[in-house]
């Protein structure tokens, strides 16, 4: 394999899914699975096309209730081309036991997909097959497939090839979500335009969203001998009768252009797939447009680490950038957790974009605003639910998809035990702080006011008067009292309730207590700030007045945080938890990961043990430096002092399973700051979690965005301490051995392209030529700064 290319040698059924999954191909606006052209959804292929934001809702019976649920539509696929020789009997499949060979290589840099292969067909001849397929990065409608087919050996015949559009799809790529309704496309139509297109159009059931393809397919090299279009109830097909000759490739070429009635500037999306595949070039110009739209993505998105770590962080930004491009700003859609890759999680978005938006504000703050405006949008949706649930403010839901709503089920599936359990993760209301979380860090890294002050402010202060409405004042908890938190789920999501109690949530999670100060605190700093117009509008419109802003002084500086033997307790009563026999289970199962799984099978509850699913105290040390965590404890009224962050997190390191991709990059990044010996190995997991599909059977249903951003982020902000704050970049660097030389670029306010590089005791920084600011940085307590065109080298102070 080359530094930009991944390649998979040999078929494997059994790895088929998982190298479909690494191997989309997608361009923000719509993603395709790496699937075989010619097989079908099935046990070991699954061809999922998905467009970023197309959600549909249906009812399903579950355990004897009905419930709802939306789900991220599974499109008709584009893919199908399957062939024969007109001599040779049945149509090729990888499962027939011809292939001799077989080869995919995922090329980066370009963003393409190329399949190579040999067959024996039942008369001994040997055919070769290549295959190359993008997803169009400049025109985000469009999709092309190309393949050529060559003889070896002295022998001619007629191939026949037939390009389809199929539209008889489902929602089946997530095998415990089976016993859920997956038929979402309703009303299709197919038909012809002569001379080589064919076209499907339909629509989903209940969000009536209108979806088509149009598809043209060319024989390029030698004309066909023959050729027909059909149009049937469910596909469109056009077939074709080739010559094969020795010395003399057959080459099809296949375009496809899909547009759904979500698209601004179109009157009706037949009509627009329809021109748009006419106007279409061919592959050779669609690839040269193609490959020139990722030039320039690369060049924002650098990142030069040697060595195999390399290699996988560009992966991990090829499908960061396939999910989240510059398209997507211009699109309604927020974080889907599982990228656009598979049908895990139903397509829905969580708090992963806490993990994604801040690698994304420093390469791409055009993206991050349209993230954060999908919050925006449904801002409205967030008031209500905390109306209806007594609250006050924004109570965002935990998950979330087309219109706000709470999307979260009420039910799980336990595929060890088979059973349906109640599902209380929507207590997860720690969400709001991730969105306010990452409306500062915005405005921090790229200084858009006017955002901040607009729809930033209208946010931050609705999720802060939540978090001010649901605490309760508690006379007996500490000295003199204390605001408490109470019935809620942490980022752990093992612990939905105390053991034996019939009610679902923990009181005074520490990871939601202390970010919700965190959350009144910056509120009030904005408020503050506001210019005075605008403060005087947003007290008109929201009814915020001095007595409300004084409670969230009070609430940000009194919330509890409990504690237990020198160590931040998760949660109020963790300490009368029992200790799980750690050892014993290992030695049982062997994987661990998903030990609530593991426990509920053998009729036991994990809510009874002193064991977290993945961080969540220690996620504070995530999301703050040392320094700005010292001091929100200090405005609690609490203190916070090395040894006992320390303490902190060797304590829950022993009592972690690991059952989350996220896992790996929280350890890792804190443990760089608090035990940097041990921080590898929580790397190593993070950067291998999809490609070695870590977590058993996963990732095949798609790949873990939040995670693949976060190794990033770590190499971007966690080795580097970089921050965006106060009008200056802040650097703490704390390099790990196995990642010492390192450089990336990052695009700060004016400046496109300063380029930061750490190598052996230093750190440089680059600033490129322009008429903007010089670029302030703070290292080690002094302040350099670096004029527009030139670089310095700063010593990193000894530790």
Request: hydrophobic share 35%; with cysteine.
């Given at each position: ?9 040999g078929?494997?059924p ?24 010619e097989t ?10 998905y ?12 355990a ?5 649920h ?12 399957r ?9 090729f ?18 963003a ?18 290549e295959?190359?397929r ?7 409608h469009l ?5 050529v ?15 389809a559009l199929d ?32 076209w ?6 209940a ?12 024989a ?8 027909s279009?059909?149009a049937?109830?469910?596909t ?10 020795p010395d ?16 601004p ?8 797939a ?16 193609h ?17 195999e ?5 560009r ?7 396939q999910?989240l ?13 599982r990228?656009?890759?598979g049908?895990a ?6 708090w992963d ?10 390469h791409f ?21 905390a ?8 109570m ?8 706000g ?21 929507r207590l997860q209301?720690?969400v709001g702080?991730a969105v ?5 860090r915005y ?5 858009d ?16 008067r ?5 605490a ?24 939905d309730?105390?053991?034996g ?24 700093d ?19 007045d ?12 009194k919330l509890?945080v409990?504690r237990?033997?020198?160590?931040l ?8 938890l ?14 661990i990961?998903?030990?609530d799984?593991?426990?509920e099978a053998?009729g ?9 699913k ?5 996620m504070?040390g ?17 203190r916070l ?12 390191l022993r009592?972690?399973?690991h059952?989350?991709?996220?896992s790996?990059v ?18 190593q997991?993070a ?14 249903e ?9 190794t990033?982020?770590?190499v971007?902000r ?8 106060e ?7 704390a390099?790990?051995?196995e990642?010492a030389?390192f ?34 940085v ?5 302040t350099?700064s670096?004029?527009?065109g ?7 102070p000894s530790r």
């Amino acid at each position: 394999m080359g530094e930009w290319t991944w390649s998979y040698e040999g078929y494997d059924p059994a790895e088929e899914r998982l190298r479909e999954a690494l191997c989309t191909l997608g361009n923000g606006y719509f993603a395709t699975r790496g699937a075989a052209p010619e097989t079908a959804a099935g046990p070991h292929h699954y061809p999922g096309t998905y467009a970023a934001g197309c959600y549909n809702r249906l009812h399903s019976t579950i355990a004897g209730r009905k419930v709802r649920h939306e789900d991220m539509v599974n499109l008709p696929n584009w893919l199908p081309l399957r062939f024969r020789l007109r001599d040779g009997g049945a149509w090729f499949t990888p499962d027939d036991g011809s292939l001799l060979e077989h080869r995919q290589d995922l090329d980066l840099r370009r963003a393409t997909l190329t399949r190579t292969f040999r067959l024996r067909e039942p008369h001994g001849r040997v055919l070769a097959v290549e295959q190359t397929r993008l997803v169009h990065m400049h025109d985000p409608h469009l999709a092309a497939l190309r393949t050529v087919f060559r003889t070896e050996g002295d022998w001619s015949a007629e191939l026949e090839v037939e390009s389809a559009l199929d539209g008889d799809v489902g929602n089946t790529g997530v095998a415990r979500y089976r016993d859920l309704n997956g038929r979402h496309l309703t009303r299709m139509h197919t038909g012809t335009s002569d001379p080589d297109t064919v076209w499907l159009r339909c629509r989903t059931t209940a969000s009536d969203i209108r979806v088509a393809l149009a598809a043209r397919t060319r024989a390029t090299t030698r004309p066909a001998t023959g050729r027909s279009l059909e149009a049937g109830e469910r596909t469109a097909v056009h077939r074709l009768i080739l010559p094969l000759a020795p010395d003399r490739p057959a080459v099809v070429e296949k375009a496809v252009a899909l547009h759904t009635s979500r698209d601004p500037a179109i009157s009706d999306p037949l009509h627009a797939a329809l021109g748009r595949v006419e106007r279409a070039p061919d592959f050779t110009g669609l690839l040269t447009t193609h490959t020139a739209a990722w030039e320039r993505l690369w060049r924002r998105a650098g990142l030069d680490v040697p060595g195999e770590a390399g290699r996988i962080l560009r992966l991990h930004a090829f499908h960061v950038l396939q999910t989240l491009s510059p398209h997507t700003a211009e699109l309604d859609v927020g974080v889907p957790a599982r990228g656009l890759h598979g049908e895990a999680y139903r397509g829905h978005v969580f708090w992963d974009e806490l993990f994604v938006l801040p690698y994304l504000d420093l390469h791409f703050p055009e993206v991050s605003r349209a993230l954060l405006e999908y919050r925006h949008r449904r801002l409205e949706e967030a008031c209500r639910a905390a109306e209806q649930a007594g609250h006050t403010g924004a109570m965002y839901p935990w998950q979330s998809g087309s219109d706000g709503r709470e999307e979260t089920q009420t039910l799980h599936l336990n595929p060890r035990s088979g059973r349906w359990l109640p599902d209380h993760t929507r207590l997860q209301h720690h969400v709001g702080s991730a969105v306010a979380y990452n409306i500062w860090r915005y405005g921090q890294a790229t200084g858009d006011t006017e955002f901040l002050y607009t729809k930033g402010a209208e946010m931050l202060l609705q999720i802060a008067r939540f978090w001010a409405g649901l605490a309760t004042w508690d006379p007996d908890r500490g000295t003199e009292g204390r605001y408490r938190i109470r019935g809620v789920v942490g980022p752990d999501e093992y612990h939905d309730a105390y053991p034996g109690s019939a009610t679902p949530g923990v009181d005074d999670n520490t990871y939601t207590n202390v970010t919700a100060a965190w959350v009144l605190a910056r509120a009030l700093d904005l408020w503050r700030s506001l210019p005075a117009p605008r403060r005087d509008e947003l007290r008109e419109r929201t009814g915020l007045d001095p007595e409300e802003t004084d409670r969230w002084d009070d609430v940000s500086r009194k919330l509890y945080v409990p504690r237990h033997a020198g160590v931040l307790s998760q949660f109020a009563g963790y300490e009368e938890l029992d200790e799980l026999d750690w050892e014993g289970y290992r030695a049982r199962y062997g994987d661990i990961r998903r030990l609530d799984r593991i426990l509920e099978a053998e009729g036991d509850s994990v809510n009874r043990y002193r064991a977290s699913k993945q961080a969540d105290v220690l996620m504070l040390g995530y999301l703050f430096p040392p320094t700005e965590l010292r001091r929100l404890f200090e405005r609690l009224g609490y203190r916070l002092d090395d040894g006992t962050w320390r303490s902190t997190v060797d304590y829950y390191l022993r009592r972690t399973s690991h059952g989350s991709t996220l896992s790996g990059v929280v350890h890792a990044w804190v443990l760089t700051r608090v035990h940097r010996a041990d921080a590898w190995p929580y790397a190593q997991e993070a950067l291998l979690g999809d490609i070695t599909d870590v977590q058993g059977g996963t990732t095949e249903e798609g790949i873990h965005l939040g995670a693949m951003a976060g190794t990033l982020d770590l190499v971007q902000r966690g080795l580097t301490g970089l921050e965006a704050r106060e009008d200056a970049l802040w650097l703490d660097p704390a390099p790990l051995p196995e990642l010492a030389r390192f450089a990336f670029t990052v695009r700060y306010r004016g400046h496109w392209g300063v380029r930061i590089h750490v190598d052996a005791g230093r750190v440089g920084v680059a600033v490129p030529v322009s008429e903007a600011a010089p670029v302030r940085v703070r290292l080690g307590g002094r302040t350099w700064s670096v004029p527009p065109g030139r670089f310095r080298a700063l010593d990193l102070p000894s530790r």
